[in-house]
């Protein structure tokens, strides 16, 4: 058993759906029709006397996760069959990967800089849908959709080195990002589930298995649930048993399924019906000229060369779209300030508006019009955060509505100054509050005056002339 040194083991095993147009080994959609048993045909029904034919779009996916994630490529590609009785695969196997998985030995980086070890990535056929009625637990009967039965899965299984929930969650984040970067999952529609294995050092590291906890909160809720039920039931005394739980995401709890079965119990065999593919250094090096630059290369990128600090690069290297907007705008504004204006503005007017950056219209060359008429102090940062808002409804010229609305900002000193008196000589009292310590007072009076400017005065310039008029 190897050797741990935390007081909380955690390894997850990963079923990411890849996103491609037809299942695994048939020509059946992945989307389409919903109705239950609809986009089925022989082969992805198990039916007697069908034969799988491999799709090579869902080959070249896996292995640019395999490259993305440091893996060693394997020069085969083997499938087996999975032997286990259940209503969710009707042939009673599933085309799996056993003895040599596609990719094995790889690393993924946690935000904090932590490599996490991955044992393997390989490729298998989704079983079909079982929907419980009544929830897993009560259910009398269950419905068997065979929609999702052959869609391409990789499996990605990590060493235990995760060692607590929050690195747990940290780590699907940062898949997610691979993920979206290689574009090889839909991140809207797509399928991704973990079964997280997790033991504590006062069960001696006994290891429970969780099955098939969906989204990254639940990830974390399940361990965060699990490490404390473990946790109690060693102070009581009560063994802690190799086992197999469900998580049930409405109470908010594990239940036992079954006591833990071991690989061998699935007696694998080679899968006759599938030749050996060759994967050959000619095909890997071709993948590779395909492959995007990452994320974590971004963060490097954006630190060196924009000179931007490392939590902002992070936040904009997170998600593609946002990062490759980053790019193109600084290429024309300053990069600091473009930074600044996309990963707390932007990112904070559509999380207002719950939208994602690839759900609006707004590009590059409405920020970089927008930011420069920051840059250039022809707009205040006030104005500049209410056209985003705008925009992000519905883009529009920035320039023209600017001078439409007259939103230019109000720079002649002297127009400021007559506001400033205007303020002070409509309110005595606040200015009598401030000369008698009251520093709040003069936010107020400051306040009246970016309203007389409808915000096109910078509170600075405002502030320094107002206390050279009450002086």
């Not at 499938?79 to 009673?92: G, Q, V």
């Not at 404390?228 to 995401?249: F, G, M, P, V, Y």
């Amino acid at each position: 058993m190897k050797h741990f040194t935390s007081n909380i083991v955690i390894g997850l095993e990963i079923h990411t759906e890849l996103d491609t147009n037809t299942k695994l080994f048939c020509s059946c959609p992945t989307k389409g029709n919903e109705e239950p048993n609809t986009r089925t045909c022989p082969t992805c029904l198990g039916m007697p006397g069908s034969k799988p034919v491999l799709n090579k779009k869902a080959v070249e996916f896996a292995l640019k996760l395999c490259l993305a994630l440091n893996c060693e490529i394997s020069p085969e590609l083997i499938f087996s069959r999975k032997s286990y009785f259940y209503p969710d695969m009707s042939k009673n196997y599933q085309i799996s990967q056993y003895d040599i998985p596609l990719g094995k030995n790889g690393s993924l980086r946690l935000r904090d800089g932590k490599e996490i070890g991955i044992i393997r990535v390989h490729l298998e056929e989704d079983p079909a849908s079982l929907i419980h009625p009544a929830g897993l637990k009560e259910s009398q009967y269950v419905l068997v959709d065979y929609n999702r039965s052959g869609n391409p899965l990789v499996e990605i299984v990590t060493e235990p080195d995760l060692t607590s929930p929050d690195e747990a969650r940290d780590f699907m984040k940062q898949l997610i990002t691979v993920l979206n970067y290689l574009e090889i999952f839909d991140i809207n529609e797509g399928i991704i589930k973990a079964d997280a294995n997790v033991s504590i050092k006062e069960s001696d590291y006994a290891r429970v298995e969780i099955k098939n906890i969906t989204g990254f909160k639940e990830i974390e809720k399940a361990l965060v649930y699990e490490v404390n039920r473990q946790k109690e039931d060693t102070k009581l005394h009560k063994k802690i048993e190799q086992e197999t739980r469900a998580w049930d995401s409405e109470k908010g709890v594990t239940f036992t399924l079954r006591k833990k079965e071991t690989e061998e119990d699935y007696g694998y065999i080679i899968d006759t019906d599938l030749t050996i593919v060759e994967i050959t250094d000619k095909w890997v090096k071709e993948i590779k000229k395909e492959m995007p630059e990452l994320a974590q290369d971004k963060v490097k990128k954006f630190v060196e060369k924009h000179k931007i600090k490392k939590e902002d690069a992070e936040i904009l290297a997170a998600e593609k779209e946002l990062a490759e907007m980053f790019e193109k705008v600084a290429e024309e504004i300053n990069p600091v300030l473009a930074a600044k204006w996309l990963r707390r503005e932007l990112v904070r007017v559509l999380n207002y508006n719950k939208k994602e950056l690839r759900e609006v219209e707004i590009d590059e060359k409405h920020m970089i019009d927008l930011l420069k008429l920051v840059e250039n102090k022809n707009i205040t940062d006030n104005v500049a955060s209410k056209i985003l808002e705008k925009l992000i409804e519905k883009p529009f010229n920035v320039n023209e509505y600017v001078k439409k609305e007259k939103l230019e900002a109000v720079s002649d000193t002297s127009e400021l100054e007559k506001y400033c008196r205007e303020a002070i000589e409509e309110n005595p009292q606040a200015v009598e509050d401030y000369k008698k310590g009251e520093k709040r007072a003069l936010n107020f009076i400051v306040g009246k005056v970016m309203a007389k400017t409808r915000g096109k005065a910078t509170p600075k310039e405002v502030n320094e002339i107002i206390l050279r008029l009450i002086k």
